[in-house]
């Protein structure tokens, strides 16, 4: 049970990236994906929670109305879509989930039992 976040890049403010987060050995399908970040100096910090069915996406204050989520399902992928990067975006972004079929997007983040490597977002002009 692998999942892959990639994407990442230099961007300048206000740019875009899209991320990935690719799973192998199970199906993302049945099973919330959330994306982290952790900033220089910064503790990490969940940005963004999708559920299962693709039905529910939470954004943190940060982010909302610039970051979005989508589903391709058929490629076992979940996108973080990100727009209008600022300056307090940088950071090494991870996708997570606790594994567990049909599972709720936890409230406070916690309780996720598989990692991504992360992808390392740089926004400079």
């Known amino acids: 049970v692998q999942l892959q976040a990639s994407g990442g890049g230099l961007v300048q403010p206000g740019g875009s990236l899209r991320l990935s987060c690719a799973a192998s050995?199970?199906?993302?399908?049945?099973?919330?994906i959330a994306w982290f970040r952790q900033g220089p100096g910064k503790e990490r910090e969940g940005v963004s929670c999708?559920?299962?069915?693709?039905?529910?996406?939470y954004y943190s204050d940060s982010v909302d109305g610039r970051f979005s989520v989508t589903r391709d399902n058929a490629k076992n992928t979940v996108y973080l879509q990100m727009n209008n990067l600022k300056p307090e975006d940088p950071a090494v972004y991870y996708c997570a989930t606790d594994g567990r079929p049909g599972s709720s997007c936890p409230g406070d983040y916690y309780g996720m039992n598989y990692w991504g490597k992360g992808t390392l977002v740089t926004v400079s002009s």
């Open positions: 050995g199970f199906s993302l399908d049945y099973v919330f």
């Open positions: 999708t559920s299962f069915s693709g039905g529910s996406t």
